[in-house]
């Protein structure tokens, strides 16, 4: 059996190719990393603290929204 190339390569670790910060969330993802629940996250979009968007059938938590709406951001 002989090595290829692409075989004696190392694997990307973190540190070469970080994950980018996610754009939006599911509702449901949105309530798993808030730690509210999906009723308290769209009441909130209610009252204009919180800002979803609908892509298709689903509804999206603008991921900056949310961290403004839990004090991360100003």
């Known amino acids: 059996m002989h090595l290829t190339e692409t ?14 910060a996610p754009l939006s969330y599911g509702i449901n993802d949105a309530a798993a990393v808030s730690g509210l629940s ?5 009441r909130h ?4 603290r919180l800002r979803l ?15 403004v709406l839990l004090g991360a951001e100003s």
Request: aromatic share 2%; proline share 8%; net charge positive.
């Open 7 to 20: 075989a004696t390569r190392r694997p990307l670790t973190s540190q070469q190719a970080p994950v980018p």
């Open 38 to 42: 999906r009723s308290t996250l769209y």
């Open 45 to 48: 979009a209610t009252a204009g």
């Open 53 to 67: 968007v609908k892509v298709g059938g689903r509804t999206l938590v603008c991921a900056a929204s949310l961290r």
